[in-house]
C-alpha cells in the first residue's frame, strides 16, 4: 500500500470512497502511541474501508507563552509511520487551507468542562481544539475518530461536541501507549534530557500507585459485601491474640464503598518526593474526576473515574492520567 500524501480537502473528498473512513487527527511527530492509533482505525475501517490521518500543527490551541514554534514538524518520518501502519491518506493542509479567512471569528465553545484541569492551565485551549477538531471533522467527512486516551479531557469535550452539534461520527477512545518504563508516550518527552526524564516518571508512577491503592481499597469493599465483618469480630479476635487477623478484619469492617481520598493520597505522596529530586517535577494538577463532567468525585462516588495528572519538569510540560472504576456503594 502506498499512503497518499494530500493538502487539500478537495483532493480528499475527489477521492472514491467504498467502505468506512476512519480518521486519526494528530499535529505530527508521530510516535507508536500514534502508529496504535493508526492500527486501531485500519481494523475498525477494515479491508475495504479508508484511514486517513490528518497532520495539522493547530496555531489556535497553543496560548501565549506555549510552544507552537519548538512543536516538531516531521511530515516525511510521519508518512513512512502512516504508510507502515496501514494509513491510505496522511492529510496535511496548510493553516490557509484550514483556516482561509485567517483566526476565525467565530469558533466553538468547550463550557464549563473546558475551564476544568488543563482548560484551568491553559485559557482557550481547548476552544481552539474543538474548533479545529469540528473543521477536520467536516473537511475529512468520517464515519469515526479515533482519540488517545492520553488526552482524557480532550476526549470528553469532543465526544460532548459530536452529541451537542449532532454531528453524527464514532468518537473511539484508544488506551494510553507507554514506554517500558512507564512514561506516557508524547511528542514532547523529545525535550526531556537524561535526568528530566528520571523525574518526570513519577506522573506514572503516581498514577500507578493511586491505581494500587484503589485496588486494595476495592478489594476489602468486595469483601465487606461478599463477609460481613463487624467490629465485634475484630475486638474478638484481639482479645484472642491475634492481631493480625484483627487488623484484617477492621480493615473490612471499615472499608469505604469509594476511596477517591486514598487514591489521590498515595499519588500525591509520590509526586511531592519528585518536587525535592534534582530536577524537580513541578505540579500543575492531580485531580480524580468524573469523566462526565471532570469534576472531583467523592469518596461515596460510584462508576467510572479518571486519575489524571500534569505538571512540568525543565521546561517541558506533561499530562497523563489513567481511567479508574469504582465499584457501587454497599
Known amino acids: 500500500m502506498t499512503t497518499a500524501l494530500l493538502r487539500t480537502a478537495d483532493a480528499l473528498h475527489a477521492r472514491t470512497r467504498v467502505g468506512r473512513r476512519a480518521v486519526v487527527m494528530t499535529m505530527g511527530a508521530l510516535h507508536e502511541g500514534h502508529a496504535t492509533l493508526i492500527r486501531t482505525a485500519r481494523d475498525l475501517a477494515g479491508p475495504d474501508g479508508e484511514v486517513v490521518v490528518t497532520v495539522f500543527v493547530n496555531p489556535l490551541q497553543f496560548g501565549a507563552g506555549e510552544d507552537l514554534d519548538r512543536y516538531p514538524r516531521t511530515l516525511d518520518a510521519d508518512l513512512e509511520i502512516a504508510e507502515r501502519c496501514g494509513a491510505d491518506v496522511v492529510f496535511a493542509p496548510s493553516v490557509d487551507e484550514v483556516y482561509p479567512g485567517g483566526d476565525p471569528q467565530v469558533r466553538i465553545s468547550a463550557g464549563p468542562m473546558g475551564d476544568r484541569l488543563e482548560g484551568a492551565s491553559r485559557p482557550g485551549h481547548f476552544d481552539g481544539v474543538l474548533t479545529v477538531v469540528g473543521k477536520l471533522l467536516h473537511l475529512t467527512r468520517p464515519d469515526a475518530a479515533l482519540f488517545g486516551q492520553k488526552d ?21 477512545a484508544v488506551p494510553t501507549v507507554r514506554e517500558p518504563d512507564g512514561l506516557a508516550l508524547s511528542s514532547r518527552n523529545r525535550f526531556l534530557s537524561a535526568e528530566e526524564r528520571r523525574t518526570a516518571l513519577a506522573l506514572s508512577r503516581a498514577l500507578f500507585a493511586g491505581r494500587d ?21 475484630a475486638e474478638a479476635l484481639s482479645a484472642l491474640g491475634e492481631p493480625r487477623a484483627a487488623a484484617d478484619a477492621h480493615a473490612v469492617a471499615t472499608a469505604l464503598p469509594g476511596t477517591a481520598s486514598a487514591v489521590r493520597a498515595a499519588a500525591r505522596q509520590v509526586l511531592d ?10 505540579l500543575d494538577y492531580l485531580a480524580l474526576v468524573d469523566p462526565a463532567d471532570f469534576t472531583e468525585i467523592g469518596d461515596d462516588h460510584a462508576g467510572e473515574a479518571v486519575l489524571a495528572v500534569a505538571a512540568r519538569v525543565g521546561a517541558t510540560r506533561l499530562i497523563d492520567n489513567l481511567p479508574l472504576t469504582f465499584g457501587a456503594a454497599s
Open 273 to 282: 518526593e519528585a518536587a525535592r529530586l534534582t530536577p524537580p517535577l513541578a
Open 213 to 233: 491503592r484503589h485496588a486494595a481499597q476495592e478489594a476489602l469493599r468486595a469483601r465487606a459485601i461478599e463477609v460481613p465483618a463487624t467490629h465485634a469480630r
Open 152 to 172: 482524557a479531557q480532550q476526549v470528553a469535550l469532543v465526544r460532548r461536541m459530536v452529541r451537542d452539534l449532532n454531528f453524527g461520527i464514532d468518537i473511539v
